[in-house]
């Protein structure tokens, strides 16, 4: 244990507190029966801050009571729970868990594309309920044919896009920046993508940006036998304007693994007989999950011993 002091304000995997703990002063936050007196006793000494989704907002708010903090280590790829302009403005570091988690995420895309298409879970319950007796399971829809557009082709959308060619379907994608080395075919809204496809795969970051990039003209577009996949953010769909959309037969099925207010999911959707319902699962791995926690500890062991970040996020590269 060192004289620095890191932050956790909410819990993380047992490997990550154990480490943390043997390296650092860790503070446990949630622990405290009263975290704010608990914070304003200790905020001086935080250098660093061990942040997951469960933490809250990492803005501005809590940068002004942690004057000596020099870097943020998030426990996930996407960092929409954090303001890293904020962050950057500060000289803070950001640093999330990107390289570690990308094939996991693309098997579970391909996953829930594969069961809502196929209707797997609805399956499972039809044999659970005992009612193959009584008849056999309805004929699902299907992949073959299809064309599968990726609303975001990053780190994770080329791994789902990969995969895909194995499923010999067609392939297209949108984003702000057109990648003519990709090889697939490039539509420059996300309306434009929609109407051209008929499976349509979100996996872009969360935030402002994206904010229901993902709304009714999208769906339309997408069309009455169209499947929506959301493995990106709750907030990158208008979850209202999905809910008409599937209750109306402007589309035919969603698969979701991420909402609008994790964990609550609308009771519309889970009523719903043609959504496939995750709860954001898309790293859940046991594996994935481990290397992403070492890449929190490894991030903050090398700032504090060498000044150098490994996996900054590019607004404090
Ligand atoms: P990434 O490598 O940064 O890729 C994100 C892609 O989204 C980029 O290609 C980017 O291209 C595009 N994009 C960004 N803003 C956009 C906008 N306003 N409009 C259209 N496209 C936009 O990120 P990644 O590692 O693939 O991860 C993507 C996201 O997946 C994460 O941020 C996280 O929210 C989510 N995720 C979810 C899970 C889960 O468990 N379900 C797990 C991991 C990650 P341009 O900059 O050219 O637009
Ligand atoms: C995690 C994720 O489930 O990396 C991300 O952006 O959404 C997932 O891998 C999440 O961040 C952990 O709470």
Known sequence: ???????????????????????????????????????????????????????????????????????????????????????????IMVTNTSGVLDAEVADLALGLLLATVRRLPQADRYVREGRWEQGSFPLSPTLRGRTVGILGLGAIGQQIARRLEGFDVAIAYHQRTRRDD?????????????????????????????????????????????????????????????????REGTILAAGLDVYADEPHVPAELRAMDNVVLLPHLGSASEQTRAAMGQLVVDNLVSWFDTGKALTAVPETA
Not at 76 to 83: A, T
Not at 207 to 224: D, F, M, P, Q, S
Not at 229 to 246: F, P, Q, T
């Open 1 to 91: 244990m060192t004289e620095t002091h890191i932050l956790m304000p909410a819990p993380m995997p047992a490997a990550v507190i154990a480490a943390l703990d043997a390296r650092f002063t860790l503070h446990r936050l949630w622990e405290q029966p009263d975290p704010d007196a608990y914070l304003a006793e200790h905020a001086p000494a935080i250098r660093g801050l061990a942040a997951n989704t469960l933490a809250g907002r990492v803005d501005d708010a809590l940068f002004d009571r942690l004057p000596a903090l020099e870097i943020v280590a998030n426990f996930g790829v996407g960092y929409d729970n954090i303001d890293a302009q904020a962050a950057a403005a500060r000289g």
């Open 182 to 246: 990709r090889g697939y075919t490039y539509h420059d809204t996300p309306v434009a993508l929609a109407a051209a496809c008929d499976v349509l795969i979100a996996i872009v970051p969360g935030g402002a940006a994206t904010r229901h990039l993902v709304n009714a003209a999208v769906l339309e577009a997408l069309g009455k036998d169209g499947i929506f996949i959301n493995v990106a953010r709750g907030s990158v769909a208008d979850e209202a304007a999905l809910i008409a959309a599937l």
